[in-house]
């Protein structure tokens, strides 16, 4: 079974530029959660989307940060423009259900300069 | 405010010694507790879901055990491949942000030859 998708791995910006993530899924995993991971720290959920819907988005910073998840299977991730505090690792993650155990992605390692 | 705590933050252990590992945890209506394991430059694997007090699960030398107020990850006669961080998360209910897992910081597990 193939695993989450994430690209790119590895990302480099100059602060106030923007950029953007991409994640596929497990396929028929209905919920997908975007993380954001600063070093020596654990995950901190960004948004959770259940299908196309967004279920929780709280910790999103919505003035800055935008995701969309089109016809309930791959998401995006977006950053618009980037502050030098934006520098961390970025994974997605999906479940079977709302209730099912996570599977990680890689991650996409974000540095801003 | 819930609450997910790790200790210790780090642990050097020789090779065959082992050690256990505590997620304490302060959440209302606990609905899962997680433990993944998370190697540099990759995202967290998934180790173990319990969901009750004094429930055991096992995976090779390693075995999580849960109390209503905390988790211990066992790890019996350890190799040098077991070294990574483990990182322990909490789901407080099933509908709408309480579905999300909340992670502690992460223990850093050396096991030297």
């Known amino acids: 079974e193939a695993g989450v998708a994430q690209s790119p791995r590895y990302k480099i910006i100059e602060k106030r530029q923007s950029v953007a993530f991409w994640c596929n899924p497990i396929s028929g995993h209905a919920t997908l959660y975007w993380y954001q991971q600063i070093l020596g720290q654990g995950p901190k959920l960004l948004i959770q989307?259940?299908?196309?819907?967004?279920?929780?988005d709280s910790q999103l910073p919505k003035d800055r940060f935008s995701a969309e998840r089109l016809k309930g299977v791959d998401s995006t991730l977006k950053i618009q423009p980037a502050k030098l505090e934006d520098s961390a690792v970025y994974l997605c993650a999906s479940s079977l259900d709302y209730r099912g155990e996570a599977f990680f992605g890689q991650g996409t390692r974000l540095t801003v300069v | 405010e819930d609450q997910v705590t790790q200790s210790p933050e780090a642990l050097r252990l020789q090779e065959g010694e082992s050690s256990s590992l505590n997620c304490s945890y302060t959440v209302s209506g606990l609905r899962g507790l997680f433990w993944y394991r998370q190697d540099p430059g990759k995202g967290p694997e998934f180790l173990f879901t319990l969901y009750s007090a004094g429930e055991e699960k096992e995976k090779e030398r390693l075995k999580a055990t849960l109390t209503k107020k905390e988790s211990f990850l066992h790890i019996t006669a350890p190799k040098p491949e077991d070294s990574a961080t483990y990182l322990c998360?909490?789901?407080?209910?099933?509908?709408?942000?309480?579905?999300?897992?909340?992670f502690g910081k992460g223990t850093k597990l050396s096991v030297k030859p």
């Open positions: 998360a909490v789901r407080r209910g099933y509908g709408g942000s309480q579905g999300n897992l909340i």
């Open positions: 989307f259940q299908n196309n819907g967004v279920v929780d």
